[in-house]
T-cell receptor, first 118, second 112 residues
Framework: GENVEQHPSTLSVQEGDSAVIKCTYS??????FPWYKQELGKRPQLIID?????GEKKDQRIAVTLNKTAKHFSLHITETQPEDSAVYFC?????????????????FGRGTQLTVWP | NAGVTQTPKFRVLKTGQSMTLLCAQD?????MYWYRQDPGMGLRLIHY???????AKGEVPDGYNVSRLKKQNFLLGLESAAPSQTSVYFC???????????FGQGTRLTVV
């Protein structure tokens, strides 16, 4: 199965600085890469995702980049704010549009605790 | 629109006791999942379902059973709870299986 590794496990930045979280995956068939944010005591929620036919995607202060050749993808948060403090999870999946025993599985990284200091 | 709802939110069990966690979704999603979250371990898939009447094992299925008798419900059972099953359990659902997963609010289970 897929193996997703995520680094760093903890990250502290000053408010206004940028934060970068990196993930690698092992299965070249993976074609969908979401990022989830989990605030303390809350449920994980999707913040951005990217499909393998795209190299970069932006949404306001967050962006995700994908390097299919190297099998890694990264989350970039610019102008960080204290409310960005949370655990961030990357994930990888394979989607072919049909039904099957391995469809629908998200393989998660172990998470990155981001702390933004005011 | 409630989304994904888990019952109960908290539970304390004694070793050897059994219990069932209920997950209900009202979005007509085909795919449903049960994850456990432990510190430093991320979200690990226990079991999942790709449709009503189907179930499949995930990464850490031992000690758990599941059933999906109705499309909107996915039950997770612990037949004989062990302290190693102390964790936060999340249910999730998605419409295709590879796109946005909607999570429930979590169930904090402690086995003593």
């Amino acid at each position: 199965g897929e193996n997703v590794e995520q680094h760093p496990s903890t990250l502290s930045v000053q408010e206004g600085d940028s934060a970068v979280i990196k993930c690698t995956y092992s299965d070249s068939a993976s074609n969908y890469f979401p990022w989830y944010k989990q605030e303390l005591g809350k449920r994980p929620q999707l913040i951005i995702d990217i499909r393998s036919n795209v190299g970069e995607k932006k949404d306001q202060r967050i962006a995700v980049t994908l390097n299919k050749t190297a099998k890694h993808f990264s989350l970039h948060i610019t102008e960080t704010q204290p409310e960005d403090s949370a655990v961030y999870f990357c994930a990888a999946s394979t989607y072919s549009g049909g039904r099957g025993s391995t469809l629908g599985r998200l393989y998660f990284g172990r998470g990155t605790q981001l702390t933004v200091w005011p | 629109n409630a989304g994904v709802t888990q019952t109960p939110k908290f539970r304390v069990l004694k070793t050897g006791q059994s219990m069932t966690l209920l997950c209900a979704q009202d979005m007509n999603h085909e795919y449903m999942y049960w994850y456990r979250q432990d510190p430093g371990m991320g979200l690990r898939l226990i079991h999942y379902s790709v449709g009503e009447g189907t179930t499949a094992k995930g990464e850490v299925p031992d000690g758990y059973n599941v059933s999906r008798l109705k499309k909107q419900n996915f039950l997770l059972g612990l037949e004989s709870a062990a302290p190693s099953q102390t964790s936060v359990y999340f249910c999730a659902s998605s419409s295709t299986g590879a796109f946005e997963a909607f999570f429930g609010q979590g169930t904090r289970l402690t086995v003593v």
